[in-house]
């Protein structure tokens, strides 16, 4: 039972544009959301998290927003450079164990 | 500051032979976690520790054991690896489960 879905797996945008992620998830107990970014050969690295006290958390070119109604989230890369091209998990942890459920991951390339 | 370190980082196995995958962080977290990486599929968990001494099932526990006999250690073993094994293996560690998850960089299994 995949309780986090990434329905995109992958997405192309042009260097310079808004690139824009989509989460949804199914377990109204969430109540903290992650995303982490993995380049190829290496291990996913933590980019940025929101709690469901916030609907907005802003890094820099990187800010997730979190519709608790529709339950869905969505992380923005504005602008997009080269080297954001990586595959980006969201994730959360359920609230009554220490398991974090993973989407299956978005490909993004940024074309120059 | 090496984080999380996992060994080895790529290996065949013929079916039925058995192995251990290694993983040492080196941040004094008590939380750590074994993930398997299939296409399309996302991070699933395998098992997990919360401190030293303690191992719980995750989602994909069937035909692996694992061992956290120190803090630092927690170790995979496949009793007799299954062409289904194969896949890239990621350690993980946290200090506690709402922090982020540091990852290793993989180890890439191939079971013939």
């Known amino acids: 039972d995949q309780q986090v879905k990434q329905n995109s797996p992958s997405l192309s945008v042009q260097e310079g544009r808004i690139s824009i992620l989509n989460c949804d998830y199914t377990?109204?107990?969430?109540?903290?959301f992650l995303w982490y970014k993995k380049y190829p050969a290496e291990g996913p690295t933590f980019l940025i998290s929101i709690s469901s006290i916030k609907d907005k958390n802003e890094d820099g070119r990187f800010t997730v927003f979190l519709n608790k109604s529709a339950k869905h989230l969505s992380l923005h890369i504005v602008p997009s450079q080269p080297g954001d091209s990586a595959v980006y998990f969201c994730?959360?942890?359920?609230?009554?164990?220490?398991?974090?459920?993973f989407g299956a991951g978005t490909t993004v390339t940024v074309r120059a | 500051n090496a984080g999380v370190t996992q060994t080895p980082k790529f290996r065949v196995l013929k079916t039925g032979q058995s192995m251990t995958l290694l993983c040492a962080q080196d941040m004094n977290h008590e939380y750590m976690y074994w993930y398997r990486q299939d296409p399309g599929m996302g991070l699933r968990l395998i098992h997990y520790s919360v401190g030293e001494g303690t191992t719980a099932k995750g989602e994909v526990p069937d035909g692996y054991n694992v061992s956290r006999l120190k803090k630092q250690n927690f170790l995979l073993g496949l009793e007799s690896a299954a062409p289904s094994q194969t896949s890239v293996y990621f350690c993980?560690?946290?200090?506690?489960?709402?922090?982020?998850?540091?990852f290793g960089d993989g180890t890439r299994l191939s079971i013939l």
């Open positions: 377990n109204s107990m969430f109540d903290y």
């Open positions: 994730a959360a942890p359920r609230s009554n164990d220490y398991k974090l459920s």
């Open positions: 993980a560690s946290s200090a506690d489960r709402y922090q982020p998850q540091h």
